[in-house]
């Protein structure tokens, strides 16, 4: 039996990172991702160049209609298996002040993270509670702790899921699943890459963006048997900006 391992938005950024590093420990990584399948196929073949498993499973993370289809596919195609570590890590920023803010930004973004948290991990947990097992990760975000101006929609999104971490937490600690949220702050991605970089170094107290495999190493911890007793955190990652 494999222990699989599904993250949301696996095939690039933190969420790539993520990937390569869980089947490293031994994961058999299920790589979930929008659209970009070129980056998604060379993920999974830079997993399997380093030894390790991986799958693709795409679907649109805001959807509950896609989101049951992937996942009864996925369900057939490997009877009697179950995901025993859940990365709800796909996310997008769409950045206005409110006064500009579409309802198109607002959906996107408080979709994206909400629909996807609530759906896949609804589904995932119902078996990691019965087997007794199980690591659920979110990635929040450092505006979901303080707030960012121009960020109203993801900074509630992120909070949300912050929130939802802590009471998912409680609902499942006795059956040995722990459940965290990650708030990392300025990493350096495609999703940061319009950003004034030299600019907002200067506001970090380490004066550098973090990088995906930093925060690859947290999720990886927290999904270690030696993370058993922390739950309901939410941990930043952050080089100091906001503690
Ligand atoms: P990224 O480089 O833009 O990658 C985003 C990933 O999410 C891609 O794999 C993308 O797939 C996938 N994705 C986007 N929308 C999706 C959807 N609707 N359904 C399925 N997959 C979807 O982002 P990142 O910087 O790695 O960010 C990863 C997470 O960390 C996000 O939740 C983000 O909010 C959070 N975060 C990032 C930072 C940072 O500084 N980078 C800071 C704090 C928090 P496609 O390639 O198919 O589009």
Redesign the pocket.
């Known amino acids: 039996m494999s222990k699989y391992a599904l993250i ?10 993520v990937a390569k590093r869980l089947a490293k420990e031994g994961y058999t990584v299920v ?7 070129a ?2 196929e060379a ?1 999974k073949q830079e997993i399997e160049s380093e030894g390790g498993q991986a799958e693709l499973l ?6 509950k209609e ?1 989101i049951n289809q992937a996942l009864d596919q996925w369900e057939a195609a490997h009877p009697g298996e179950y995901i025993s570590a859940l990365v ?6 769409r950045d206005n002040i409110m006064v500009f803010m579409s309802d198109e930004e607002w959906d ?1 973004v408080v ?3 909400m629909n ?1 948290f609530f759906y896949i991990t609804r589904r995932v947990v119902t078996t990691m509670v019965k087997k007794r097992n199980g690591r659920i990760i979110n ?6 702790l303080k707030g960012m101006p121009g960020q109203t929609n ?1 900074t509630a999104a ?1 909070a949300a899921l912050i929130g939802a971490t802590k009471a998912l937490a409680l609902e499942v600690a006795a059956r040995k699943v722990t459940v965290n949220a ?11 890459k319009d950003l004034n970089v030299d600019e907002l170094k200067q506001t970090i107290p380490m004066k550098r ?2 990088t ?1 495999e930093e ?1 690859a190493a947290l999720v990886a911890f927290l999904a270690s048997d030696e993370a058993a007793y922390i739950t309901g955190q939410a941990i930043s990652i952050n080089g100091g900006l906001y503690t």
């Open positions: 949301t938005g696996g095939s690039r950024g933190i969420g790539k990172a790589l979930n991702y929008q659209s970009n399948q980056a998604a993920a795409p679907f649109d993370v805001s959807s896609a709800n890590n796909a996310g997008i920023r996107k979709n994206t993270t996807g990635m929040a975000s450092l505006s979901g993801y992120k990650i708030a990392p702050g300025f990493i350096a991605t495609d999703m940061t963006f973090g995906a925060v």
